[in-house]
């Protein structure tokens, strides 16, 4: 089963780096980049070191509901083109493992759908769990502080 690896969607993040609020009603912070384990949504890149970025709270489903988990993430604080959806693992799943879990068309976890998976088989995990019926979409977590790094569809 063919998959894609998907970031957060440009108009959202264009809302954000012109000082939109996040989640929570805040303006996103903005912080310079020391290189190191800052992963950018929009892009799926690591920010360069010097760079700016943003730190907001971010829930990546449509409607507040006991399921619909917010937490940190970053962001370029200046432009940078959407990664493309593509089946290759996007360059910020740079970590041993991950969570990987499915949600249902109704934005609500799956029971029994995650699991901490190395790194090297998240695509073929993700191939699994589209092979259920209940499952529309499968997130990609830290596996060390459940932070959302993107979203896996069906191609």
Known sequence: MAIQFKALPTENVKALQRGGPDAYGLIPERRISDGDGVPCRHCLKNVAAGEA?????YRPFPELQPYAETG???L???HCERAAEAAALPEILESTDYIVRGYGGDDRIVYGSGG?????????????LF???DI????V???RNNCYQCRIERA
């Open 53 to 57: 970025y943003l730190v907001l709270a």
């Open 72 to 74: 940190p993430i970053f």
């Open 76 to 78: 370029h604080a200046e």
């Open 116 to 128: 901490i998976i190395p790194t090297v088989a998240i695509a073929t995990r993700a191939e699994i």
């Open 131 to 133: 092979e259920r019926d």
């Open 136 to 139: 529309a979409y499968v997130h």
């Open 141 to 143: 977590r830290s596996a």
